[in-house]
């Protein structure tokens, strides 16, 4: 149901930048929360970003603040992650989510009420 375009495997040295992207398929599905979440090696998922078609947004984990930025095209149903001066720590497979209804602001962290997972688009952030 969604796909993740962009980068697959990038590469990208500490300080530099990179843009994610990712399309839902489906013509029918008009998701109210898209969003992102990371899993770096032998860590758990976490929360980076998400943002809502009825607003409120957007949220950020505090890692991300001031470096990541989502954008979202409502026509496309498509989401993006800018990510800008990365660092090593960033390093980690990023996973693109959506959920069909709209859900408190407080529970856009939470990785259980997303409905949809994209594969997951790998970025390595090194010297």
């Known amino acids: 149901l969604m796909s993740a375009a962009g980068v697959w495997g990038g590469l990208v040295q500490p300080g530099g930048s990179l843009r994610l992207s990712c399309e839902t398929s489906g013509r029918t599905f008009s998701p109210d929360l898209m969003g992102w979440f990371r899993q770096a090696p032998g860590k758990e998922r976490e929360f980076v970003t998400a943002?809502?078609?009825?607003?409120?947004?957007?949220r950020y984990a505090d890692f991300a603040k001031g470096r990541f930025a989502i954008s979202r095209d409502k026509a496309r149903n498509t989401v993006y992650l800018q990510m800008n001066n990365l660092k090593p720590e960033d390093t980690a497979v990023y996973y693109c989510t959506a959920r069909g209804r709209r859900i408190v602001f407080s529970s856009w962290s939470d990785p259980d009420v997303m409905d949809y997972w994209g594969k997951g688009t790998l970025v390595t952030v090194s010297s």
């Open positions: 943002t809502s078609s009825g607003g409120g947004g957007p």
